[in-house]
């Protein structure tokens, strides 16, 4: 799926990846700031005790969350949700099986979780909507 980045993102992408060596794939960034970072590079972007992060998040005074990409919508779902029990997909929907003492924390305050995961699912993968059971 092809997606298309603004002037801010771009910028925001490319000093992240200078900050810590890691190549970005995908970005979306409100309150907190989400990068998505190519297979295998996780630790990378990480740093030695979290060094390359924490000096990222000072420098984009915001909190700063990475997931690692995944081939396939499936795999970047467990990579994300690693408490999920079971994935259903039909068509271009996915539902997620998890807890339900986990669920709340899935979906986030104000839905806010599930909001920046679909639209990563949406971009990436073209998925039209996950769904949490």
Avoid: C, W
């Avoid at 039909?90 to 099986?97: A, L, P, Q, R, Y």
């Avoid at 909001?115 to 990436?124: G, T, V």
């Amino acid at each position: 799926m092809k997606v298309t980045l603004d002037q801010h993102t771009i910028q925001t992408i490319s000093l992240f990846q200078n900050i810590t060596g890691s190549s970005v794939v995908d970005s979306i960034s409100d309150d907190e700031i989400y990068f998505i970072i190519a297979e295998g590079q996780f630790g990378m972007a990480i740093g030695k005790n979290g060094s390359k992060i924490k000096k990222a998040e000072k420098i984009f005074k915001k909190p700063i969350r990475i997931f690692e990409y995944a081939p396939s919508a499936e795999e970047f779902i467990r990579r994300i949700v690693p408490d999920v029990q079971e994935i259903k997909k039909s068509g271009e929907e996915i539902s997620i099986k998890v807890k339900p003492a986990d669920r709340s924390r899935v979906i986030g305050k104000g839905g806010k979780n599930i909001k920046i995961i679909n639209q990563f699912l949406s971009r990436l993968y073209g998925v039209k909507e996950m769904k949490v059971k």
